[in-house]
C-alpha cells in the first residue's frame, strides 16, 4: 500500500480492527520511510449478481430465495439445514468467482442439481422433479436410470416442452425448465 505523503510502497500494520459492521477491516498503517500514519480499508468486492430467467426478465441473485427453494424441495430428504445453507453458499460462492456476473436460472438450477447429488440422490430426483417439471412417473424411472447407467454423469432429458410459461411453485422462481436448451 503506496503512503500518501511520500509515495513509499512498504508500510507496517499497527492495528487491524473490523469496521462497517464487519463488512470492512480498518488498518493503521506507518510508513517505513517516512514514518507517518495513514488508515486503509480493505472489503470483500461485491458485484451483484443478475439472474436470467427463462422469459428473459432479469432479476437480482436472492441468496434467500435460492435457499427457500431447496430446503422446500429438499425437505423430509434427510438433509439438515446447515447442508443446504453451505450447498447455496457454494453456488454463490461460484457465482462471485465468475469473471461475467449474469447466470440463467437454467445454469443456477444446474448448479444446485450437481452439487445436490453429492449429497443425497433421494434430494437430487426430487429437485429434479420439480426443476424439470418432470410430468408423471415416467420421467422418474428414466431420470433414475440415467442415473444408474452414467454413473456420475447425469444424462439429459429430450422431452418436448410446452412454449408457455407454467405456473410454478415457489420453489421454482429460480429454476425453470431444463429442457428448452435441447
Ligand atoms: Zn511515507
Known sequence: MQCPFCQHTDSRVLESRSAEAGQSVRRRR?????NRR???YERIEFVPIIVIKRNQDRELFDRSKLL???VTACEKTGLI???L??????VEAELQQRAVKEVTSTELGESVLTKLKTLSEVAYVRFAS???????IRDFVDELNQMKE????????NRSEHPEEPSMPPTTAYVASHSSQH
Not at 30 to 34: A, F
Not at 130 to 136: A, P
Open 30 to 34: 506507518e510508513c517505513l520511510q517516512c
Open 38 to 40: 495513514f488508515t486503509t
Open 68 to 70: 427457500k427453494g431447496v
Open 81 to 83: 439445514a446447515v447442508q
Open 85 to 90: 445453507e453451505t450447498l447455496v453458499d457454494d
Open 130 to 136: 420439480v426443476y424439470r417439471q418432470f410430468r408423471g
Open 150 to 157: 452414467s454413473g456420475s454423469d447425469r444424462g439429459h432429458n
